[in-house]
Protein backbone atom coordinates (compact mmCIF):
# COMPACT_ATOMS: atom_id res chain seq x y z
CA UNK A 1 0.00 0.00 0.00
CA UNK A 2 1.22 3.57 -0.83
CA UNK A 3 2.45 6.02 1.77
CA UNK A 4 -0.54 8.57 2.36
CA UNK A 5 1.97 11.86 1.72
CA UNK A 6 2.32 9.80 -1.99
CA UNK A 7 -1.43 9.58 -2.33
CA UNK A 8 -1.74 12.93 -1.61
CA UNK A 9 0.84 14.05 -3.88
CA UNK A 10 -0.95 12.03 -6.76
CA UNK A 11 -3.96 13.65 -6.12
CA UNK A 12 -2.41 17.31 -5.70
CA UNK A 13 -0.71 16.67 -9.51
CA UNK A 14 -4.33 15.62 -10.65
CA UNK A 15 -5.03 12.03 -10.16
CA UNK A 16 -8.92 12.22 -9.58
CA UNK A 17 -10.81 8.91 -7.87
CA UNK A 18 -14.44 7.26 -9.11
CA UNK A 19 -14.47 4.75 -6.47
CA UNK A 20 -15.31 1.23 -6.89
CA UNK A 21 -15.59 -2.03 -4.40
CA UNK A 22 -11.86 -3.17 -3.37
CA UNK A 23 -10.50 0.84 -3.52
CA UNK A 24 -9.11 1.75 -0.47
CA UNK A 25 -8.75 5.31 1.35
CA UNK A 26 -8.19 7.44 4.82
CA UNK A 27 -10.12 10.49 5.36
CA UNK A 28 -8.09 13.22 4.45
CA UNK A 29 -8.22 15.24 8.18
CA UNK A 30 -5.76 15.07 10.67
CA UNK A 31 -6.17 13.10 13.58
CA UNK A 32 -8.09 10.86 11.40
CA UNK A 33 -6.37 9.92 8.56
CA UNK A 34 -4.55 6.64 10.37
CA UNK A 35 -7.54 4.03 9.45
CA UNK A 36 -7.90 2.93 6.31
CA UNK A 37 -11.24 1.88 5.05
CA UNK A 38 -11.89 0.03 1.93
CA UNK A 39 -14.73 0.21 -0.35
CA UNK A 40 -17.40 -2.56 -0.09
CA UNK A 41 -20.97 -3.38 -0.47
CA UNK A 42 -20.62 -4.67 3.42
CA UNK A 43 -19.31 -1.87 4.98
CA UNK A 44 -18.01 1.12 3.23
CA UNK A 45 -20.78 1.72 -0.35
CA UNK A 46 -20.76 4.43 -2.57
CA UNK A 47 -23.68 6.60 -3.15
CA UNK A 48 -23.92 9.46 -6.09
CA UNK A 49 -25.62 11.94 -5.75
CA UNK A 50 -26.04 15.15 -8.07
CA UNK A 51 -24.15 16.64 -5.44
CA UNK A 52 -21.34 14.62 -5.71
CA UNK A 53 -19.85 11.16 -4.45
CA UNK A 54 -20.73 10.14 -0.83
CA UNK A 55 -19.33 7.45 1.11
CA UNK A 56 -21.36 5.78 3.54
CA UNK A 57 -21.07 3.70 6.24
CA UNK A 58 -23.44 0.38 6.94
CA UNK A 59 -24.52 -1.25 10.11
CA UNK A 60 -21.73 -0.45 12.96
CA UNK A 61 -18.96 -0.52 11.26
CA UNK A 62 -17.27 2.59 12.71
CA UNK A 63 -19.79 3.85 15.36
CA UNK A 64 -19.22 7.67 15.07
CA UNK A 65 -18.84 7.58 10.89
CA UNK A 66 -22.24 7.49 9.10
CA UNK A 67 -20.61 9.01 6.01
CA UNK A 68 -18.14 10.65 4.04
CA UNK A 69 -18.18 13.20 0.96
CA UNK A 70 -15.63 11.73 -1.33
CA UNK A 71 -13.69 14.94 -1.83
CA UNK A 72 -12.68 14.13 2.20
CA UNK A 73 -11.40 11.41 1.38
CA UNK A 74 -7.69 10.56 -0.19
CA UNK A 75 -7.52 7.04 -2.50
CA UNK A 76 -4.99 4.96 -1.71
CA UNK A 77 -4.17 2.98 -4.90
CA UNK A 78 -3.43 -0.58 -4.76
CA UNK A 79 -0.05 -1.23 -6.97
CA UNK A 80 -2.20 -2.49 -9.97
CA UNK A 81 -4.09 0.46 -10.23
CA UNK A 82 -1.04 2.13 -10.23
CA UNK A 83 0.80 0.33 -12.97
CA UNK A 84 -2.63 0.02 -14.90
CA UNK A 85 -2.64 3.91 -14.68
CA UNK A 86 1.23 3.87 -16.07
CA UNK A 87 -0.19 2.36 -19.17
CA UNK A 88 2.55 2.33 -22.07
CA UNK A 89 4.67 4.30 -19.98
CA UNK A 90 5.54 1.39 -17.96
CA UNK A 91 8.31 -0.69 -18.82
CA UNK A 92 9.75 -3.00 -16.15
CA UNK A 93 9.42 -3.65 -12.59
CA UNK A 94 12.65 -5.11 -10.66
CA UNK A 95 14.47 -5.36 -7.81
CA UNK A 96 17.70 -3.67 -6.61
CA UNK A 97 18.82 -4.37 -3.10
CA UNK A 98 15.98 -4.06 -0.68
CA UNK A 99 14.47 -1.76 -3.22
CA UNK A 100 11.53 -2.40 -6.06
CA UNK A 101 12.42 -0.39 -9.07
CA UNK A 102 10.05 0.51 -11.69
CA UNK A 103 11.34 2.11 -15.19
CA UNK A 104 9.09 4.13 -17.08
CA UNK A 105 9.08 6.24 -19.79
CA UNK A 106 8.42 9.80 -18.57
CA UNK A 107 8.73 12.83 -21.05
CA UNK A 108 10.27 11.08 -23.71
CA UNK A 109 13.07 9.31 -21.77
CA UNK A 110 13.51 6.07 -19.60
CA UNK A 111 13.67 6.49 -15.92
CA UNK A 112 13.85 4.58 -12.98
CA UNK A 113 11.78 5.19 -9.71
CA UNK A 114 13.05 3.40 -7.01
CA UNK A 115 11.05 2.40 -3.15
CA UNK A 116 11.29 0.06 -0.29
CA UNK A 117 7.94 -1.30 -2.02
CA UNK A 118 6.82 -2.04 -5.22
CA UNK A 119 3.67 0.69 -4.67
CA UNK A 120 5.71 3.24 -3.98
CA UNK A 121 7.65 2.99 -6.75
CA UNK A 122 4.84 2.52 -9.33
CA UNK A 123 2.93 5.52 -7.06
CA UNK A 124 7.00 7.74 -8.17
CA UNK A 125 6.61 6.92 -11.66
CA UNK A 126 2.92 7.99 -11.85
CA UNK A 127 3.55 11.04 -10.03
CA UNK A 128 6.32 11.70 -12.25
CA UNK A 129 4.09 11.20 -15.54
CA UNK A 130 1.65 13.08 -14.45
CA UNK A 131 3.64 16.05 -13.65
CA UNK A 132 5.26 15.66 -17.06
CA UNK A 133 1.84 15.29 -18.95
CA UNK A 134 0.63 18.76 -17.11
CA UNK A 135 3.98 20.48 -17.97
Known amino acids: MITVALAAALRDAGLRWHPTTG ?5 DKPGVDDDVYTVSEMTVE ?3 YPSGTVLGFNG ?4 ALDSVDAAESLWLPREDQLRDLLGPAFVSLTR ?3 DFVVTAVVGGT ?3 FG ?4 ADAYGGALHAYIRSALD
Open 110 to 112: SQE
Open 23 to 27: DRFVI
Open 96 to 98: SGS
Open 46 to 48: RHD
Open 115 to 118: APGA
Open 60 to 63: TTEW
